[in-house]
C-alpha cells in the first residue's frame, strides 16, 4: 500500500501542476455547457470519455490528419508510456504499460490491436494510415469484452463510415523531405438516401530515411498503395449493417544502419558513424506484403434489446528476404534468409445486450477465431568455417510449416451493470476460454528432413477464466471516481525450430502467462467545464510472464547434482556443435505506475493538452534461461559454457523489461500538444505543436546508457473558419534531436567485423507542406 500511497499524493501534485499551467489539450472538444463530448467505445458501448471506468486515449481522425500522423507507429507520439516498434520490417511489436513483446516467441501479443472491432496481426497494422475516424488506446487487461485477452491493453482503429445522408469527402495531399508523398482520398456517396451508402478510400504513400547502402548503392525506401470499399444498409430504423473491405500492398526496404570501420583480415570500407545513415550489408534486406481485411458489424434493435454480430477476415502474404550478415563480416558472402509466409484468420463474435437504462443492464456473446497459414525459409547452414573473414563451407537449409496447423480459441463472456444508487455503479465481467493449436514444422538439410516438434507437443489444449471487476462513484456531473480489477490471459504453447537431440522436452514448452491489474482513477471537468483532468494509478502483477531468450549456450549431458565442471566457476562447456539455441521462458513481472491527462480551451482560440506517465515495470525475483559463462548466476556473453547440472543455465532478475533490441526503457514520458489560432479577415491562421519527452534507457548486454531527448514538431498554416480546407507548412523533430539505439556486433563464424550493428537509423528532422480539403460537408 506504500505504492499506492505515495503515487496517490504524486496524482493530486500533477493534477495541481496540471491546472497552474498552460496545459495541452486533446482536441477543441471542451467549450464550456456547449462542450462536443468525445465518445468512445472502449467497453464495446458508446460511451463519454469521462464517464469510462478505465484508462483510455482517444484521438480522432482529424487529430491524426492535423499531425501529419500518416503511419501507425506514430499513433505513439499522441500516448505516453506505448511503445510502437517497427523494428527492420519484421517482429514489428507493440507495448503498453512497460510491458514490452518479442513476436519470436509466438505467444499472442501483450497488446492486441483491432480494426473496426476486429482483432488484425501486428504486422498488418504496422501499415499506413488513412480516412481513420478514431483511434484508441486502451490501457491495461482486456479480459472480459475483447476477442483476445490482452495484459497490457488494446489498441482500436476505427475507419470512417458512409455518410447515409449526404456525399461528402476528404482529400489530404502531402508533400515532404526525403521525397515523401502521401496522397489520400475519401468520399462518401448515398446510393438509396437514408439507406444505403458507400465510401471510397485510397492511399499511396511513399517516404525514405535517407539510408545508403555502400557496398550495393540501394537506399532504403518505403511504398504502400491500397483502396478500401465501405458500404452502410440501414433497410429499417433498427437494422444496420456495415460491410467494410480493404487491401494494402507495401514495399520496404530497410537496411540497418552501420557503424565503425573494417579489421585487419575484413574487406576494405569506410569508416562510418551513425550520422552517415550507411548500411554495408551486401544482399537484400527488403521486405514486401500483401494484406487484405474484411470487417461485418450487424446491429439489430429488438425494443429493449440490442443483438450485435461482428465478424472479421484477415487474409496476408509476407516476403522477407534479409541478409543476416548485416555488417558484412565475410565479404562476397551472402548469409541470405528467404521466408515465405500465407496467413487467413477468420473471427467471429455474437453478442445480445440491454439498452434499456435501469437498476441493471446486461450483456452476454460469444466468439470464436480460427487462424491457418503456411510459412517456408530458406538460408545457408554454414558448417564448416576454415578461415576467418572467408566463405564457408554451406548447404541449404529449409524449414516449412505443416500444412494442417492451425490455432483456435472459442469464449464465452458475460458483462452486467448495476446502479445501485443515482451516483453508483457497479460492473462485473467473466470470459471463459478455450484455446486449440496445432504447431509442427519440419527442418531439411544434407537431403534429410525431420520434425521440429515431438509427436506429444504439436496438440495442444489450454482453458481460462478472465474477468473484469469495477466500481464507479459520480460525485457530481462533471466529476467521478472509480476501482477496478481485471485480469488477462496469454495461452502457452510449445517454441519450434530446436533441434538439440538430447535436451529434455520441457524446454520447449513456454507456461500460459496470467495478469492481475488493479487501478484506481479520477476524471473531472472544472473552471465551467472549460479544463478536463483524469488521472489514475495502477499495479500489474504478471505470473510467467512470456519472453525470449535468444541465442542461449545448452549441454545435454548435464545431470542434476553433478560435481562443478572445469570450466569458469565450476560451468561446463556447450554442446559448440548444436550452436546457440532460442528459447521461450517464463518470469513474474510487476508493473505498477501514474498515468495522467489534463485538457485546457485556454481560449476559444487556444486548446492545450499535456499527458504523462510514470511506469516501473520490471521482474519480481525471476529465474530466465539465460547465458552465464562463470556460474555467478548472473547473465553475460562471456563463453559458451553451461551451469553445473543444468542443460540450460538459469538467472534470477529484478531488472526492468527489455524491448527487442535489449534496451530497458526509463520510466517517466510526457506528450504536450497545443494549437493557437487568429483570424486574419476571411481566413483563419494557426499554430500548433507538439512535444515529446523521450526517457533514458540502458542496454545491459552492451553495457550502454542511452540518454533522454526531447523532438519537437511544429505546425504554421493557414485555413477558412469552418475548416473546409487547410494550407500547413511543418516540421517535424525541428531541431533534428536523436539518440542512437541497438548498437551490437554481429558475429559469423565466431568472428565480428570492423562493424557494429545500428539496428534503427537515428531520427531526423522532416518538413513539408500539408494540403487538406474537406468537401461536402
Not at 35 to 56: D, F, I, N
Not at 691 to 710: C, E, G, M, Q, W
Request: glycine share 10%; charged share 20%.
Amino acid at each position: 500500500m506504500t505504492f499506492f500511497k505515495s503515487v496517490m499524493y504524486a496524482s493530486v501534485a500533477v493534477g495541481a501542476v496540471a491546472l497552474a499551467m498552460p496545459a495541452f489539450a486533446q482536441e477543441k472538444t471542451i467549450s464550456g455547457d456547449d462542450a462536443t463530448v468525445v465518445v468512445v467505445t472502449a467497453t464495446k458501448r458508446k460511451e463519454s470519455l469521462q464517464t469510462v471506468p478505465m484508462s483510455v486515449d482517444a484521438v480522432t481522425g482529424d487529430t491524426l490528419a492535423k499531425l501529419n500522423v500518416q503511419k501507425f507507429e506514430d499513433v505513439q507520439k499522441l500516448s505516453p508510456g506505448l511503445v510502437l516498434n517497427a523494428a527492420d520490417g519484421r517482429g514489428q511489436n507493440v507495448s503498453l504499460r512497460g510491458v514490452t513483446f518479442d513476436p519470436d516467441t509466438g505467444a499472442s501479443p501483450t497488446v492486441q490491436v483491432y480494426w473496426n472491432e476486429t482483432p488484425i496481426s501486428t504486422s498488418d497494422a504496422f501499415r499506413s494510415l488513412f480516412d481513420i475516424s478514431q483511434v484508441e488506446v486502451l490501457r491495461g487487461p482486456q479480459g472480459t469484452l475483447r476477442g483476445q485477452t490482452s495484459p497490457a491493453g488494446a489498441i482500436t482503429i476505427a475507419t470512417q463510415r458512409p455518410n447515409l445522408h449526404r456525399f461528402e469527402g476528404t482529400y489530404n495531399q502531402t508533400f515532404g523531405s526525403r521525397s515523401q508523398m502521401n496522397s489520400q482520398l475519401g468520399v462518401s456517396i448515398p446510393l438509396i438516401q437514408d439507406k444505403l451508402a458507400i465510401r471510397l478510400a485510397g492511399v499511396y504513400d511513399y517516404s525514405e530515411n535517407g539510408v545508403h547502402n555502400v557496398i550495393n548503392d540501394r537506399d532504403n525506401s518505403d511504398m504502400a498503395h491500397g483502396g478500401r470499399i465501405s458500404l452502410l444498409y440501414k433497410p429499417m430504423s433498427n437494422l444496420e449493417i456495415l460491410l467494410v473491405h480493404q487491401q494494402l500492398n507495401d514495399t520496404n526496404v530497410n537496411y540497418q544502419v552501420a557503424v565503425g570501420a573494417p579489421v585487419s583480415g575484413q574487406a576494405d570500407g569506410p569508416t562510418l558513424t551513425a550520422s552517415n545513415r550507411a548500411s554495408v550489408t551486401e544482399g537484400m534486406y527488403d521486405f514486401r506484403s500483401h494484406s487484405q481485411l474484411t470487417s461485418l458489424n450487424v446491429s439489430w434493435d429488438l425494443g429493449g434489446q440490442r443483438l450485435s454480430y461482428i465478424g472479421g477476415l484477415q487474409q496476408g502474404r509476407e516476403e522477407d528476404l534479409r541478409d543476416q550478415d548485416v555488417t558484412n563480416v565475410i565479404s562476397g558472402w551472402t548469409y541470405q534468409q528467404d521466408v515465405y509466409a500465407k496467413t487467413r484468420q477468420m473471427t467471429h463474435e455474437l453478442r445480445l445486450e440491454s439498452t434499456k437504462a435501469g437498476f441493471w443492464t446486461w450483456m452476454v456473446g460469444a466468439y470464436y477465431s480460427k487462424n491457418t497459414g503456411a510459412a517456408t525459409f530458406t538460408q545457408p547452414l554454414a558448417y564448416y568455417f576454415y578461415a576467418p573473414y572467408t566463405a564457408p563451407l554451406e548447404t541449404t537449409l529449409t524449414g516449412t510449416t505443416d500444412p494442417d496447423n492451425y490455432g483456435q480459441n472459442t469464449a464465452f463472456f458475460t458483462d452486467h451493470r448495476f446502479a445501485v444508487t443515482a451516483n453508483d455503479t457497479i460492473e462485473l465481467g467473466l470470459r471463459y476460454q478455450e484455446n486449440k493449436s496445432q504447431n509442427q514444422q519440419y527442418l531439411s538439410y544434407f537431403g534429410l528432413t525431420q520434425p521440429a516438434l515431438s509427436a506429444d507437443l504439436t496438440h495442444l489444449k489450454s482453458h481460462g477464466t478472465t474477468g473484469s471487476l469495477s466500481y464507479k462513484h459520480t460525485f457530481d456531473k462533471d466529476t467521478m471516481a472509480y476501482a477496478s480489477y481485471s485480469k488477462g490471459l496469454r495461452p502457452g504453447g510449445a517454441v519450434g525450430f530446436i533441434t538439440a537431440v538430447g535436451l529434455d522436452p520441457h524446454y520447449y514448452i513456454y507456461q500460459p502467462e496470467t495478469t492481475d491489474s488493479y487501478e484506481i482513477g479520477y476524471k473531472s471537468k472544472l473552471f465551467d467545464r472549460r479544463v478536463t483532468f483524469s488521472a489514475d494509478i495502477f499495479q500489474q502483477n504478471i505470473h510467467n510472464y512470456i519472453a525470449r531468450a535468444n541465442g542461449t549456450w545448452v549441454r545435454t549431458a548435464a545431470v542434476a547434482g553433478e560435481p562443478d565442471g572445469t570450466g569458469p566457476g565450476g560451468t561446463y562447456p556447450a554442446d559448440t556443435g548444436t550452436g546457440a539455441i532460442n528459447f521461450n521462458t517464463n518470469g513474474d513481472v510487476v508493473s505498477k505506475g501514474i498515468e495522467a491527462t489534463a485538457n485546457w480551451l485556454i481560449t476559444d482560440r487556444w486548446n492545450a493538452q499535456i499527458s504523462a506517465a510514470y511506469i516501473d515495470a520490471h521482474y519480481d525475483n525471476a529465474l530466465l534461461y539465460c547465458n552465464d559463462s562463470n556460474n555467478d548466476g548472473v547473465p553475460d556473453n562471456g563463453g559458451a559454457y553451461v551451469q553445473p547440472g543444468r542443460q540450460v543455465s538459469l538467472c534470477a532478475s529484478d531488472r526492468p523489461l527489455q524491448d527487442t533490441f535489449g534496451n530497458e526503457a526509463g520510466k517517466f514520458n510526457m506528450t504536450l500538444r497545443s494549437e493557437y489560432s487568429h483570424q486574419f479577415r476571411k481566413y483563419e491562421g494557426f499554430v500548433r505543436g507538439l512535444v515529446r519527452y523521450i526517457p533514458p534507457s540502458y542496454n545491459l548486454a552492451l553495457d550502454k546508457h542511452i540518454s533522454s531527448y526531447t523532438p519537437v514538431d511544429l505546425y504554421v498554416g493557414l485555413r477558412n473558419p469552418d475548416e473546409q480546407w487547410e494550407l500547413s507548412l511543418w516540421a517535424q523533430n525541428l531541431f533534428d534531436k536523436s539518440i542512437d539505439r541497438g548498437m551490437n556486433a554481429n558475429y559469423e563464424g565466431g568472428y565480428a567485423g570492423g562493424y557494429s550493428w545500428l539496428r534503427t537509423a537515428p531520427e531526423e528532422r522532416k518538413v513539408g507542406v500539408t494540403l487538406r480539403y474537406n468537401f461536402g460537408q
